[in-house]
């Protein structure tokens, strides 16, 4: 077996893998950047879409694997397809809808006792069945105000929905050539929508070019060897990654060439990713290991959440000011969220969880799961 000396195999990431907390909260914070200074609407660096593209290969690479990890339990014979479905499912439940429906509940409590405007009805839909990417590329005039960064989580719903079933029942030889097949059509989507004369906004919220990106990380879990050539680059990647929405400012929003610039984070985050799991005590490794960094990515989906619904706007606070009013704030629910309702319930995931029947002898490996 391929490995660096320093790094991880390339069968098992299995355990977790120090720098992706740190990846997270880059992630995370480009997004809140985005949304709570001046750096979007003064200097038109839009930092949150790539930050979000950031969540989506790092997602991809890591569900992909354990995917794979539970296909190569049930050729080994522990356990079945049913377990492996529901625990997966259950995983995903725990971890994805407690905060994203808390999240509607704030935003739909606001609305009807007045503070903001109330939810329409076809927000109330999009969010509550997974479907706001959906209305957001084809319906809405914009945005909605305090939930709009959901459209995201719909794509990720959308995308284990699918890709569970067909990884699990897929040989794992075919893993790699159904990765590439979404990633391809996620490339003919883009001129697709120009075509059909669709609105340029279906391709950042839309479910093929995102998919594509989930894949991508996929295929890099799975098919792509560790090696130190990944692991000298991956800082250079990283500077290259928080470059392009400066790059990215200089045109157009939706014009051809910020739309080239959001393409080129696939390669430049893939590398990134092999790098980090190619050397595990590399100095970028341990600068994304930093307690600070870790923390901010262990609550970062909740950030990524409740910032939207934290708005001062009705307060007398400059708006130069506003942002560094509300951030603090969301980063204390988000820290709130995850000691009180996120933590314990991926502690519950263990107690629930279906135990595979073991049919093949005991010396067979039961691969586990991170993400």
Known sequence: ??????????SDYTRRI???????????????????????????????????????????????NILRNYKYNIDM???????????????RLLRIWPPYFLTIALAFTMGVIGIW????????????????????????????????????????????????????LSPRRYFPAICMIVIVIAGLSVPLNWLLGLPS??????????????ALGGL?????????????AAPFALIAFLLLPIAASHYPTNG?????????????????????VSDQKSLLVRALSLKPLVYVGQISYGLYLYHGLVDLRPLPIEPLW?????????????????????????????????????????????KGERS
């Open 1 to 10: 077996m391929l490995q660096s000396p320093r790094g991880l195999p390339h």
């Open 117 to 168: 405007n109330p939810l329409t009805p076809s927000e109330l839909a999009g969010s509550l069945t997974f479907t706001m990417n959906v209305f957001q590329a084809y319906y809405w005039a914009d945005y909605p105000e305090h939930i709009g960064a959901l459209w995201s989580i719909a794509i990720e719903e959308q995308f284990y929905l699918w890709a569970a079933p067909v990884f699990l």
């Open 322 to 366: 506003l942002g560094l009013v509300e951030t603090p704030i969301a980063f204390a629910a988000a820290s709130l969220s995850w000691r009180y309702m996120e933590r314990p319930l991926i502690g519950l995931k263990g107690r629930l969880r279906r135990e595979p029947t073991a049919s093949a002898p005991a010396s067979s490996r039961i």
């Open 18 to 64: 120090d720098g992706f907390d740190g990846l997270r909260a880059i992630a995370a914070l480009m997004v809140v950047a985005n949304h709570k200074t001046a750096i979007a609407h003064e200097f038109n660096i839009y930092s949150g879409s790539y930050g979000v593209t950031l969540f989506f290969i790092l997602s991809g690479f890591l569900i992909v």
């Open 256 to 276: 051809l060439p910020a739309l080239l610039l959001r393409a080129s984070t696939a390669p430049i985050v893939a590398v990134l990713l092999l790098g980090i």
């Open 77 to 91: 014979g522990v356990g079945i397809y049913n377990d492996y479905i529901y625990n997966f499912y259950l995983n």
């Open 201 to 214: 906004r279906a391709i950042y919220v839309g479910s093929a070019v995102n998919f594509g990106f989930m």
């Open 220 to 232: 890099c879990s799975i098919a792509i060897r560790p090696s130190p050539i990944y692991a000298r």
